[in-house]
């Protein structure tokens, strides 16, 4: 039962174009949202959340867009870069965030063409 | 440096044997989670401790066991390994802050 979905596998974006990065969830009870970046041989490295009380976060060239009725979040990185190039995790907590534990999509793999 | 510790980054051990895998979390935080990640999938949740006891249980193995100790480091035990079981194993510690978890390097098990 895969709860929080990346139905994109991979992705690849011309250097200082927008990326989009999308996630679904089924679970209602979610409540708090992140996306996390991940380099081989790495862990994976928190970059920008969203509570479900907003629709938008940003944070300098990320920005979380969050649709509750649609039960849908992306990410957009605007412009994009070659240091970008990495596997994009999308998680999600109940309410209880950081005390318990976070569910994570698949993954999308996001290439940056110079 | 996440501040979260994982040991060792690598194994490599043989079918049917045990291993364990230790995590130190970021100063501070008392709960801890296990993950694995295999042929680049998305992180399975393992296991969780808060502050020594068990929190909540994923989708663990009976042959896999954890727990924490009073310093809140956490160790990770593998037995009777099966090829199956070669993966990246995560370790994540949290705290209510706003980027509320962070992770370890990772220990990559290979079982040959």
């Known amino acids: 039962d895969q709860q929080v979905k990346q139905n994109s596998p991979s992705l690849s974006v011309q250097e200082g174009r927008i990326s989009i990065l999308n996630c679904d969830y089924t679970?209602?009870?979610?409540?708090?949202f992140l996306w996390y970046k991940k380099y081989p041989a790495e862990g994976p490295t928190f970059l920008i959340s969203i509570s479900s009380i907003k629709d938008k976060n940003e944070d300098g060239r990320f920005t979380v867009f969050l649709n509750k009725s649609a039960k849908h979040l992306s990410l957009h990185i605007v412009p994009s870069q070659p240091g970008d190039s990495a596997v994009y995790f999308c998680a999600a907590s109940g309410l209880n965030f950081g005390n318990e534990k976070l569910t994570f999509g698949t993954g999308t793999r996001l290439t940056i063409i110079p | 440096d996440s501040g979260v510790t994982q040991t060792p980054k690598h194994l490599i051990t043989a079918t049917g044997q045990r291993v364990t895998l230790r995590c130190s979390p970021r100063s501070g935080d008392l709960s801890v989670y296990w993950y694995q990640q295999s042929l680049d999938q998305g992180l399975q949740f393992l296991i969780q401790?808060?502050?020594?006891?068990?929190?909540a249980k994923g989708n663990i193995l009976e042959r896999f066991s954890a727990q924490q100790f009073p310093d809140l480091h956490s160790e990770l035990n593998l037995s009777s390994l099966e090829l199956g079981d070669s993966a990246l194993y995560f370790c994540?510690?949290?705290?209510?802050?706003?980027?509320?978890?962070?992770f370890g390097s990772g220990t990559r098990l290979t079982v040959v």
């Open positions: 401790y808060y502050n020594g006891e068990e929190r």
């Open positions: 994540a510690s949290s705290s209510k802050s706003g980027d509320g978890y962070t």
């Open positions: 679970n209602s009870m979610f409540d708090y």
